[in-house]
């Protein structure tokens, strides 16, 4: 079955009933020593690490590296997928990611910067045979539609529980 194949069939079925394609995806993070990290997901596993200035072992990609590939992933995968759907050929395609960051606040310096990431911007850079306004239009809806976009750039609602055991 080709690429166009598979995606029409998956558009199909969940246009025929959305809850196929609905659900809850579910990673569990176990701390190792060191400031170490397995992360499990299904079949998949992950090794994580702090950097050495964080008092970690390094050697192995820190969270942030992950969720900035999680996103470039997301999006050339995604621009692969529209692609496909649209009969475009690209002869290549990279999507960088760049996060501007300020410790202070993860670090618990100052109140007034966030933990988090100050600004993200992304670089599409596509070859193709094809028309530049369609290959364009295609890369559009690409970014449009991509989950991981819509998850950075969207506030999404997050809620959490602490259980403390061994008191």
């Known amino acids: 079955m ?4 598979a995606i029409e069939r998956s558009v199909k079925a969940v246009g025929l009933r959305a809850s196929v394609g609905q659900g809850t995806a579910t990673s569990v993070a176990t701390l190792g020593a ?3 990290c397995t992360a499990t997901e299904g079949a998949h596993t992950f090794h994580l690490a702090l950097p050495e200035q964080y008092g970690g072992p390094g050697g192995a ?6 969720g900035r590939a999680a996103l470039a992933g997301c999006m050339a995968l995604g621009i692969g997928m529209w692609a496909a759907r649209r009969d475009l050929v690209l002869d290549s395609l990279t999507v960088k990611v760049e996060a501007d960051y300020d410790v ?19 670089v599409i850079t596509a070859s193709s045979r094809a028309p530049a306004a369609a ?3 295609m890369l559009e809806q690409a970014v449009k539609t991509s989950s991981y976009v819509d998850n950075f750039a969207r506030a999404v609602a997050l809620s959490g529980e602490i259980h403390v055991t061994g008191s």
């Open 135 to 137: 290959v364009r239009a």
């Open 34 to 36: 060191d400031l170490t």
């Open 2 to 5: 080709s690429i166009k194949d």
């Open 61 to 66: 990609p820190s969270p942030g590296v992950l």
């Open 104 to 122: 202070r606040g993860e670090l618990g310096i100052s109140n007034d910067v966030p933990p988090g990431y100050t600004a993200m911007r992304y």
